[in-house]
Every structure is written in C-alpha cells, then in structure tokens.
T-cell receptor, first 114, second 111 residues
Framework: SAVISQKPSRDICQRGTSLTIQCQVD?????MFWYRQQPGQSLTLIATANQGSEATYESGFVIDKFPISRPNLTFSTLTVSNMSPEDSSIYLCSASRGGDGEQFFGPGTRLTVL | EDQVTQSPEALRLQEGESSSLNCSYT??????LFWYRQDPGKGPEFLFT???AGEEKEKERLKATLTKKESFLHITAPKPEDSATYLCAVQATSGTYKYIFGTGTRLKVLA
C-alpha cells in the first residue's frame, strides 16, 4: 500500500482566487490521479498527473482551470483557478504503483468557495 | 460507453442481517474491478481487486465476487462499524489506467 497526505485538509476561499492543493506519497509511485467528489456524489476523475509531462485531462476539465504539476514520483499539486461557488467540493488525490493495480487515496481537501 | 451502476443506493440493515450490494458494469474489456469503503470525511479505503469472472475475495465479514457483467459485495452478519459508503470502480483494458466509479451504496447497520 501507499500512505498519501494532502494539504490543506480544508479551506474557505473567496470567489476569483486560486488554491493549490498538495499531494505527497510516502514512496515512489507510477501514477497519480486527481478526483473531485461533490457532496453525496461519487468520484469524478479530473486528470492523470504524469511525471515529466503535461497532465492528461478528462472531458469537461481544462488545464487553464485545473493546472497540475508532478515534479517527481512522490509529489503532485492541483490548482483550482479563478474559483466560483460551483468549485466547492472535495478534491482527492490517489496513487498507484502500477497502472493496472489498485489506487490508494488521500484523505481529501474540502474546499468551500464563497 | 463504459459505465458502472451500483444498487441499492442506500441500505439499512439490522446488526447480524446479511445482505449483498450489486455493481453492474459495461466496459469494452475489463482490466480490473475494485471495491472501496468510504467513511464520511475520509478518502476511499481499498478493499478488493477482482480481475476475472469467477474470482472471489474475502476479508472479515466481506466477500466480493465477479461475473462477466456484475460484481457483488456480500456482507455477512454486519456490525454497526460496517456502516459506510461502498464504492465500485472498473478499469478498462483500452486506453488509460483510469477508474470509472459507480455512485456508491450507503450502508447503515443498526445495533
């Protein structure tokens, strides 16, 4: 397994600002992912964070709104840019040692945008 | 289009009352099916991976099974601490390694 931490655990932000969420894994992993989970809903994949190259975004998510970095095999960041109340959600990071193996999840970042 | 459907949406059981959760999937080719447990305010916790029809995995009161179209999570003699949302996800053989999640089953076990 892998132990994943996220910072911050929660935040309240003003409309129009940006927030960067950090994800740290306790060991090197092949793949890292970013998800959004709205209240009472399941998980929606935002993007796959690729080490050394641009992230791969899912339909409906764009790099200008959700820029992602992955500078090494244990760390990634997700920025939520120019926030609106519709961005209020839980953002989750996950990691997988091999592409076809299980993903392990961080505790999530609860974001509220006023 | 790849799709995952979970039923029921919510389930209330008395302590000791066994039941099953269903995960139906449509995918071009199945690489793996994953079960997770999620407690309120926490990230999903990995339970099981199933790769091929006929496969079964067990852990304490939980048993996961897989057919070509669906998976079941059987809960035997549940306890209140089994209360959580149970999520199913599939990974297709085509394209990327991404998961497609179902909407989950919210389980409440009453003492």
């Amino acid at each position: 397994s892998a132990v994943i931490s996220q910072k911050p655990s929660r935040d309240i932000c003003q409309r129009g600002t940006s927030l960067t969420i950090q994800c740290q894994v306790d060991s090197q992993v092949t793949m890292m992912f970013w998800y959004r989970q709205q209240p009472g809903q399941s998980l929606t994949l935002i993007a796959t964070a690729n080490q050394g190259s641009e992230a791969t975004y899912e339909s409906g998510f764009v790099i200008d709104k959700f820029p992602i970095s992955r500078p090494n095999l244990t760390f990634s960041t997700l920025t939520v840019s120019n926030m609106s109340p519709e961005d209020s959600s839980i953002y989750l990071c996950s990691a997988s040692r091999g592409g076809d193996g299980e993903q392990f999840f961080g505790p999530g970042t609860r974001l509220t945008v006023l | 289009e790849d799709q995952v459907t979970q039923s029921p949406e919510a389930l209330r059981l008395q302590e000791g009352e066994s039941s099953s959760l269903n995960c139906s999937y449509t995918v071009s080719g199945l690489r793996g099916l994953f079960w997770y447990r999620q407690d309120p305010g926490k990230g999903p916790e990995f339970l099981f991976t199933l790769y091929s029809a006929g496969e079964e995995k067990e852990k304490e009161r939980l048993k996961a099974t897989l057919t070509k179209k669906e998976s079941f999570l059987h809960i035997t003699a549940p306890k209140p601490e089994d209360s959580a949302t149970y999520l199913c996800a599939v990974q297709a053989t085509s394209g990327t390694y991404k998961y497609i999640f179902g909407t989950g089953t919210r389980l409440k076990v009453l003492a």
